[in-house]
């Protein structure tokens, strides 16, 4: 956690400073819970509860493609690229991804999760809204689609006051930021969406309770085993794309498998238990450099360079999510919407790594590429806590590999002992 977290979970009413300081996963199972006690209780008439996982989806949907944008940009301003080993690193993390995206379509194809189960789709949010008074489908409507929509010429006045007040508040942390080179510019600009983002992730736990108690209410728990499938198939994915990292280093370097997976478990665990492959970054750095004695650039390139640009977990898990709502609602993807999905994947997931949350925002771009409807995320959310937490470690573990196949068939100490025979 970085110290302007911490600063900003110390500050505010005791109410909020709790709230703050509780673990999101936390927060997010006592939701689920507390919707299903709800959706019981009220059955078809806790409907209306699913509105907050709409206004949820409605901001991360016009927040994707600015954050997207920008998180791409400054990653591609900031990252120490050049040398001889830039073309082998880009086209390391391409084959990676591409490796993973297609273990994920391969998976969600021959396992099918969707079809397990008959569960058609959760209640409809426009239908939830719809049961709400006027005033609240009013404000509802008032919320922006994107952030460039309400300045067109049928633009709302009320949107255009929103999104002053979310910059507003968020450019109140940088106003002092000092502003001299583009770069600068573009991460005042990346850092205001990031600030707007982490505010919306605080409300994620009520979007969760509301739609939980709403699908329980209305169907009963036949969506939620439905997830259980999505959770299995994308588990055996993970694991499958972890293999095919421990392959590439077996054939690919001179590190042993077992020894790199003892070297990183520190990263491995970190990545697990903060989600965050940036705030994991330093750990990975010093366990290649220390525990594997890998050479500095590589462990500084696939550690510090790669891991901006290195989200296979993620890739993975969007082409899963996109696959397995289509067979949830039984809607087959033709090759070519498969084709979009790897694509939107792969650029929506550079640069992702210092987002927080990313999966949920990227997937909104996923999704809208192929026409899937991205109310179908609000019920991913009831699990993606945890597999936010699985995808982020096989991330590490992919700027892991690509570290070790940078340093090549021998040893830093090898080439050493080589020179001094020839002398």
Known sequence: MSSSQEKRIETGPRWLVWWRATPLYARILAAVLLGVLAGTALGASALPLATPAKLVLRVLGALAPPLILLAIVHALMSAPLG??????????????????IGIGLSVANVLQPGTWVKAGPPPEMAK?????????????????RSLGGPFGDDGKVIAV?????????????????PIRTVEDLVH????????????????VPFAVFGVVASIVGAKGFSDFAALGGFVVAVLVGLLLQACYYLLR????????????????????TMAFSTASSTATMPVTYRCLRQNVKLREHSASLGAL????????????????????????IGLNLTLGQQITVVLTSIVASVGAAGIPEAGLVTMTLVFKSVGLPTEYIAMLLTVDWFLDRCRTAINVMGDVTVSCLLDGQTPEHAEEVRELERV
């Not at 040398?83 to 993973?100: C, E, M, P, S």
């Not at 006051?161 to 930021?177: C, E, P, S, T, Y």
């Open 83 to 100: 040398g001889g080993q830039t073309f082998r690193l880009i086209t390391l993390l391409l084959v990676n991804t591409l490796a993973a």
């Open 305 to 328: 360079v790669g891991s901006n640009f290195n989200n296979d977990g993620t890739a993975l898990y969007e082409a899963m999510s996109a696959l397995f709502v289509a067979q949830l």
């Open 128 to 144: 939830a809204a719809a049961v709400a008074s006027d005033p609240v489908s009013q404000f509802l409507d008032s919320v922006p």
């Open 161 to 177: 006051i929103m999104i002053a007040l979310a910059f507003g508040v968020a450019l109140r942390q940088l106003k002092h930021h």
């Open 249 to 268: 280093v077996r054939l690919g370097s001179w590190v042993r498998p077992a020894a790199l997976l003892i070297g990183v478990r520190d990263a491995l």
């Open 188 to 203: 005042v600009g990346l850092r205001s969406l990031v600030v707007i983002l982490e505010a919306v992730v605080e409300v």
